[in-house]
Nanobody
């Protein structure tokens, strides 16, 4: 079993920045991909960014140039640095870890961007 714990969400003004963190623990298989999805209120969950072992990243178009994903493999931790935040970035952000067997999800952390 894999547990994922997110942190770093909160309330920020338009144009502000936040860094989300997600730490994975438990029986972690490699190679794997860690990443983030988000779900705005009343909408479907959508991918944001991911990073695999070895380090290949994928960032969705709306986040490119504003969001940066990185990871510390030794700590099984992934970060999402979000800059130039917009009200439309308001959502619950979910961390995940995908290996050859399963996809594991965190509980989510709320990000609210005020206009």
């Amino acid at each position: 079993q894999v547990q994922l714990v997110e942190s770093g969400g909160g309330l920020v003004e338009t144009g502000g920045s936040l860094t989300l963190s997600c730490s994975a623990s438990g029986r972690i298989f490699r190679p794997n991909t860690m990443g983030w999805h988000r779900q705005p209120l009343g909408k479907e969950r959508e991918p944001v960014a991911s990073i695999s072992t070895p380090r290949s990243t994928n960032v969705q178009g709306f986040a490119r140039g504003r969001f940066t994903i990185s990871r510390e493999n030794g700590k099984n931790t992934v970060y999402l640095r979000m800059t130039d935040l917009k009200p439309e970035d308001t959502a619950v952000y979910f961390c995940y870890l995908r290996d050859s067997y399963n996809t594991h999800w965190g509980q989510g952390t709320q990000v609210t961007v005020s206009s």
